[in-house]
């Protein structure tokens, strides 16, 4: 995308303002008034998404701060939970001299007000397991997930049957249900890392009937359990664990 | 909608923040695997100090999930915009410190150390950087390179750079504008998508 340039448009958009607005570096009320602008100018919108584009250009990837565990039990802190597919809305405090000063200065309120609120208007699914056709002896491959690694992880119900696995493939892990059982209507299985103190949500299963499922899972995690929850999941596991287990890596 | 663990990872960007929005947390560490590098890259440049870096970037991230709608993904990239959002909240950092330590000197009577010469602190950010960006930056007309790395990576507003370069604000707002676009002229005519 070219620069807004010319002096028809200059006449028309603040386009030193905009350059500097990019840069976090217009004073008082200053943003409020590119803001103003930005409100009603789509060419001007474009620009600044230009903008932005360059200065993300200019920033190199560091290594990621660990500071996971800290936005995770922030949005943790939930009012309710999402049993009615309603977004979940946090109450955690954001640290107080940073919310503070983003009010301030309106830091960033340009995203608010120029987001299209088209934007974000249906779940997607990210990813759909697939159903496994076993070769009797557990391995294979079906619709290119194939489960022919070693059993890194079982994972068994209360009774000591195994109805859940991990598979190590070269290309990472899969995990397999094989057993478990059916589910009342309205449930679905969800799988946990139970390592800390607090069990970690690794994703929804499903209805569990067999199916072989690309894995990533943390680093740390070794303990692993399977729990039946209220369609759509849950924040923290609320219904029986059906299964758990511990991966075993070879050394 | 049924999340399933691992599958988050093949999600296009605009995707996984729908996902953010209905409360998937498996979205949301996709999205934090994928920009948290960027966003506290920018973090730490701004700051200079990793305890302020960790809480920018830890406030981008919940900002997110609280607010998903806020990213609009006609407008840009999400990791431009989660770098920009990092960028803001850097500054605010920056110059509360700045304001605090200002509050401080004059409450202790000290006489406030003299700023530093502005082509000294742009020096010495530019250095700092990563070889990519510092070719980047180098073609820039040097004039135009030094108020934007101030700016920018010093997090000074346009006053301070001017004050710092000794330049009338007017020119510094014209050099910060015209680095900008050569900026992006020469990304896209090295086929950066912007």
């Not at chain 1, 049957?161 to 493939?169: F, H, K, L, P």
């Not at chain 1, 946990?192 to 970690?200: L, M, Q």
């Not at chain 2, 180098?138 to 934007?148: E, H, S, V, Y």
Request: hydrophobic letters at 40%; glycine letters at 8%.
């Amino acid at each position: 995308m070219s620069p807004v340039t010319g002096r028809p448009h200059s006449e028309r958009h603040p386009l030193d303002d905009l350059a500097l607005y990019a840069l976090d570096a217009l004073e008082g009320d200053e943003v409020e008034d590119v803001e103003a602008h930005l409100e009603v100018c789509a060419s001007c919108r474009q620009e600044l998404a230009a903008h932005e584009g360059a200065l993300g250009a200019l920033v190199e990837d560091g290594p990621p701060p660990e500071v996971w565990d800290a936005v995770q039990s922030q949005i943790r802190a939930v009012e309710v939970a999402p049993m009615n597919g309603t977004p979940l809305h946090p109450v955690g405090p954001t640290p107080a001299h940073l919310d503070q000063s983003a009010r301030r200065r309106g830091t960033r309120r340009r995203l608010a007000l120029l987001a299209a609120a088209a934007a974000v208007v249906a779940v997607v699914g990210v990813g759909v397991g697939t159903q496994l056709a076993n070769d009797g002896d557990g391995s294979g491959t079906l619709a290119g997930v194939s489960i022919d690694g070693p059993t890194v992880a079982v994972l068994a119900d209360a009774h000591g049957a195994d109805v859940a696995r991990v598979v190590a493939n070269d290309d990472g892990d899969v995990l397999v249900l094989e057993k478990l059982p059916t589910l009342a209507a309205q449930r679905e299985y969800q799988l946990w890392a139970v390592d800390g103190a607090r069990p970690v949500s690794l994703g929804l299963l499903g209805d569990g009937h067999d199916e072989a499922m690309p894995l990533r899972l943390p680093a740390s995690t070794t303990k692993l359990a399977i729990s039946d929850e209220p369609a759509g999941g849950s924040i923290t596991p609320t219904g029986p664990v059906v299964a758990s287990g511990t991966i075993v890596r070879p050394a | 909608m049924t999340s399933h663990p691992g599958a988050a990872a093949s999600a296009s960007d605009p995707d996984l923040v729908a996902a953010v929005a209905h409360g998937d947390e498996q979205a949301v560490a996709e999205v934090y695997r994928r920009y948290s590098g960027a966003a506290w890259a920018v973090a730490q440049r701004v700051c200079g100090n990793r305890a302020s870096a960790e809480d920018v970037c830890q406030t981008v991230f919940v900002d997110l999930w609280r607010r998903p709608e806020r990213f609009d993904p006609e407008r840009g990239k999400l990791r431009s915009w989660l770098v920009a959002q990092a960028h803001a909240r850097a500054v605010d950092v920056v110059r509360s410190e700045t304001a605090r330590q200002r509050r401080q000197e004059r409450a202790a009577r000290l006489v406030p150390t003299p700023p530093p010469s502005g082509d000294v602190e742009a020096a010495s950010l530019f250095a700092s950087l990563a070889d990519h960006v510092r070719r980047a930056l180098d073609r820039l007309a040097a004039d135009d390179r030094d108020a934007i790395v101030l700016a920018y990576f010093g997090g000074h507003s346009y006053r301070e750079t001017a004050a710092l370069l000794g330049a009338p604000e007017g020119t510094v707002k014209s050099r910060i504008r015209r680095g900008l676009e050569g900026l992006r002229r020469m990304l896209e005519a090295e086929g950066v998508t912007l």
